[in-house]
């Protein structure tokens, strides 16, 4: 099941933040997830060289993503035990984290039926539900989170058939905190080794 979740993760992600940099102009959150994802499908497959499908993905992570408010939930209680300087380390390491993580896997996604299907409003955000057919497989449901951030919209979470991705790096990252005596600075030495191993 985590498998089949982390697949899933991987194909929204990489339908979503494959598209063309500064490209979005849509009006309301339906129309932003489905251009994204619409363009994503364009211009993602395996003849993209690994590096440009990385720095697609670091440039679209960091302007459509709320990068601060999901490294902040996937910390946790941890995230107020971190000083000010390793906030802002975790930060820069959370996002590089999240490109390797998935920007590699990136191509065999390529070609995939993605359609918005609807949206409704859920408290100050919209979630916008979605779904993409693999070939061979069930079609996957994607609902992205969305907020207007002072006229931007940002992505503040994606569920994969009912299963939150931030909840999911949330009980990953406790876990790594748990297994090194519950030292919430332990993930920093593990996110650079594993950010240096990348590299």
Do not use: C
Request: hydrophobic share 40%.
């Amino acid at each position: 099941m985590k498998r089949r979740f982390l697949f899933s993760g991987l194909l929204a992600v990489s339908l979503l933040l494959s598209a063309p940099p500064h490209s979005i102009a849509a009006q309301d959150p339906g129309a932003f997830i489905n251009q994204l994802g619409t363009q994503g499908i364009q211009v993602l497959g395996p003849s993209v060289p690994p590096a440009q499908r990385a720095a697609v993905f670091r440039q679209l992570f960091q302007a459509d993503f709320d990068v601060n408010g999901i490294s902040q939930f996937v910390l946790g209680r941890h995230w107020r035990a971190l000083t000010p300087q390793q906030q802002q380390e975790f930060l820069s390491l959370f996002q590089e984290y999240t490109v390797q993580a998935y920007a590699n896997r990136l191509g065999q996604y390529g070609g995939a039926p993605f359609r918005v299907t609807g949206a409704r409003p859920m408290g100050e955000e919209v979630v916008v539900t979605s779904e993409v057919v693999r070939q061979g497989g069930n079609p996957v449901r994607l609902d992205w989170h969305v907020t207007d951030q002072g006229g931007q919209y940002k992505i503040t979470d994606v569920n994969v058939d009912g299963v939150s991705m931030k909840v999911t790096q949330r009980y990953e990252f406790a876990s790594i905190i748990q297994r090194n005596n519950g030292r919430p600075d332990s993930i920093l030495s593990v996110m650079r080794q594993q950010s240096a191993q990348a590299h």
